[in-house]
């Protein structure tokens, strides 16, 4: 069957918010009739009784599915397994700790249809985090921007709508979810926008990202970069670094030995060119030169003959039929 909307929800550790959260959506839905849907809530391996919570909701409700991975595989496992199994026109995911408002869900589907958007990401204007999450988060939003020339406010934002094709086309693996505007751009989705929406103060738990995620949410960055810009042709990036380095050392080689003739042919003092610094940077810049292409050509392989596939083991499923 298909739907109009699929709600795609990574959870860890959850269990307080679960039942509450499904209320409100079903709440917001029934209040938009007209729009049909269905939830996936994908359990990243908890450690606390949301899967029997999820279990529980999947058995009342058919509108649940549920999915449980075998143990911990981090958010973007969850949510490319999400990707996989919706079936929506419109995918819209969001988090299971209620700081992101449900009552969204109907303006950023109709912003998807109405305004032809491949992707709409929320914007948490006023946000309820304390300072040491927002003023990293600001940095970084504004290094994504200047990389990627999306003109995004929150990147990181859980509350965003996709067009069904996008989430059938993108890979998000390791922690990408950061940048699933950045991945969709690089395979030709930009038409990408942005709503403002509600954020919540945390009602339960407590949160589970801590100062490292900014470190590695840079370290993601740059990897996504290269990686959207050379994983076809790897060549590229090697092969020109390669070039400058065997050039350098090239030139610099027949400098040394130009000069060496010339002081012979003018009988002045004639310096050992293995005695030379030089010399020995020339050697370098050559070898390394070298090494690059046949980076460059070993990378060319790779991508052609071992294509991406991303596997996680889901331990049970519910709903599914």
Not at 10 to 21: A, G, H, I, K, R
Not at 92 to 108: G, N, R
Request: charge should be neutral; aromatic fraction near 14%.
């Amino acid at each position: 069957m298909s739907y109009a909307i699929s709600i795609v929800i990574p959870v860890f550790n959850e269990d307080e918010s679960l039942n509450e959260l499904h209320a409100w959506i079903h709440r917001v839905m029934q209040e938009n009739a007209s729009l049909t849907y269905e939830i996936l809530m994908i359990d990243d391996g908890s450690t606390d009784n949301s899967w029997e919570v999820i279990s529980a909701l999947s058995a009342k409700h058919q509108e649940v599915k549920g999915m449980k991975f075998s143990r911990n595989y981090g958010k973007s496992a969850a949510l490319h397994t999400g990707f996989n199994a919706a079936t929506g026109d419109v995918v819209i995911t969001m988090d299971a700790d209620m700081q992101d408002s449900p009552d969204e869900i109907p303006a950023l589907y109709y912003k998807v249809v109405e305004e032809n958007y491949d992707i709409v990401s929320g914007w948490k204007k006023k946000r309820f985090d304390p300072i040491s999450k927002t003023i990293p988060s600001k940095f970084f939003n504004f290094v994504t921007r200047k990389i990627s020339g999306i003109k995004l406010h929150d990147f990181n934002c859980g509350l965003k709508a996709y067009r069904q094709k996008v989430v059938k086309n993108i890979e998000v693996y390791g922690e990408m979810h950061r940048y699933i505007p950045v991945i969709a751009k690089w395979n030709g989705f930009k038409n990408i926008g942005e709503k403002e929406v509600v954020h919540r103060a945390r009602k339960y738990g407590e949160t589970k990202y801590g100062l490292e995620r900014f470190l590695f949410g840079f370290l993601d960055l740059l990897s996504i970069t290269f990686v959207s810009k050379f994983k076809k042709s790897p060549m590229h990036f090697f092969g020109t670094l390669g070039t400058l380095s065997f050039v350098f050392g090239f030139f610099v080689t027949i400098y040394i030995i130009g000069r060496k003739f010339y002081e012979i042919k003018q009988h002045l003092p004639v310096r050992e060119i293995v005695d030379q610094p030089l010399f020995f940077l020339a050697l370098v810049a050559l070898l390394a030169g070298i090494q690059l292409f046949l980076a460059g050509f070993i990378g060319e392989m790779i991508t052609m003959n071992s294509p991406r596939k991303v596997e996680y083991i889901i331990e049970d499923e519910k709903g599914f039929k």
